[in-house]
């Protein structure tokens, strides 16, 4: 079984930032690919950014330049740094675990007023 505990989330202003966290904790051992996921009333979920085990990164187009995620070395912790944030950006957002299968945290709400 695989915990998945997000925090972080919250209300800013545009252009604000914030910082979202991930642990991944349970019965497995080794480092794995994480991502962050989000969605917005309506709308479909969507990848926003993704992180290998190796520490490889990709992200949206609509996020490059802004958002940073990075993870601890050697643990399977997972940051998403949110700069410039844009009322578009307004989203529950998921942290995403491939661990032999997707394992889903409970989301975590970003409302970014204009």
């Known amino acids: 079984q695989v915990q998945i505990v997000e925090s972080g989330g919250g209300l800013v202003q545009y252009g604000g930032s914030l910082r979202l966290s991930c642990a991944a904790s349970?019965?497995?051992?080794?480092?794995?690919?994480m991502a962050w996921f989000r969605q917005a009333p309506g709308n479909q979920r969507e990848l926003v950014a993704s992180?290998?085990?190796?520490?490889?990164?990709n992200y949206r187009d609509s996020v490059k330049g802004r958002f940073t995620i990075f993870r601890d070395k050697g643990k399977n912790t997972m940051y998403l740094q949110m700069d410039n944030l844009k009322p578009e950006d307004t989203a529950v957002y998921y942290c995403?675990?491939?661990?032999?299968?997707?394992?889903w945290g409970q989301g975590t709400q970003v409302t970014v007023s204009s």
């Open positions: 995403n675990a491939h661990i032999g299968v997707d394992w």
């Open positions: 349970g019965s497995f051992l080794g480092i794995w690919p």
């Open positions: 992180i290998s085990s190796g520490g490889s990164t």
